[in-house]
């Protein structure tokens, strides 16, 4: 058997999704950003919706995801992606619209936006990517970072008298009415990269039944603002994001 025999259609395991570009990533080796971009991109491919999908990209180091994903995409200011997706959804709602967004977007500037679409219940996707840290802009405490947790601007770790409670958005969007699915998940084996993309599935067709919201958070690893190899990262994530933000879902009506 020669290699031509070996390189046929049906023997093939994995390959990139189509719906990828060839562009270079910008994100640091170990990000989990890729991971999920690449999940997206082949739900988008196997739902056949690559046509019909928009999606809203925000402020912070997943700001240049319109360079990967080969879809419609709209560009919205710092922490708005949920105003410009209902906006955008109304105008269209043939449409299958998402938004994409860190924490620092989604949970810090873009809180109010965040929960007041959701609280309507905006026939969107919502994709949360928590790494518990600003990532972009240097490494800052976000509102997920942990208790006792070091950032730039907290470098002997996150005090909760001085700096607060890190905030669970997540369980907050749980108990609004316009939400009918909100979980959260994790993309650091395969194991955890199915259980993900099953669920930003059920959200997109969730959609598609015009059922509501749609809330699916991914919870991450920032190796390079956490000063870890990408290993240790997903190593401390386990044992130190996972007891505070539990994966599984938390609402599905």
Not at 32 to 60: F, S
Not at 120 to 135: A, K, L, Q, S
Request: hydrophobic share 35%.
């Amino acid at each position: 058997m020669d290699i031509k025999e070996i390189i046929k259609e049906e023997n093939i395991v994995y390959k990139k999704s189509a719906v990828l570009t060839d562009k270079d990533t910008h994100y640091c080796p170990g990000c989990t950003h890729g991971v999920v971009h690449r999940i997206i991109a082949e739900l988008i491919e196997e739902m056949g919706i690559q046509e019909t999908t928009i999606g809203i990209a925000p402020v912070g180091c997943s700001v240049f995801a319109y360079d990967y994903i080969d879809i419609d995409w709209q560009e919205a200011a710092h922490g708005r992606a949920p105003a410009l997706a209902t906006a955008v959804k109304r105008l269209m709602p043939e449409k299958n619209v998402f938004s994409y967004q860190g924490d620092g977007d989604l949970a810090a500037i873009g809180t109010a936006e965040t929960i007041h679409a959701c609280n309507r219940g905006e026939n969107i996707v919502m994709v949360f990517i928590n790494n518990g840290i600003y990532g972009m802009t240097g490494g800052q405490m976000a509102p997920t970072t942990l208790p006792g947790m070091k950032a730039s601007t907290c470098p002997t770790g996150r005090e909760t008298k001085h700096d607060g409670h890190p905030l669970k958005i997540t369980e907050l969007i749980a108990q609004l009415p316009g939400t009918c699915f909100v979980t959260r998940q994790a993309a650091h084996t395969p194991a955890a990269v199915r259980k993900t993309k099953k669920a930003i599935k059920k959200a997109f067709e969730n959609q598609m039944q015009n059922k509501g919201t749609s809330f699916v958070e991914v919870v991450s690893t920032c190796n390079s603002g956490w000063k870890m190899t990408p290993a240790k990262a997903n190593k401390w994530m386990e044992e130190n994001m996972f007891p505070f933000y539990p994966l599984g879902d938390m609402k599905d009506e």
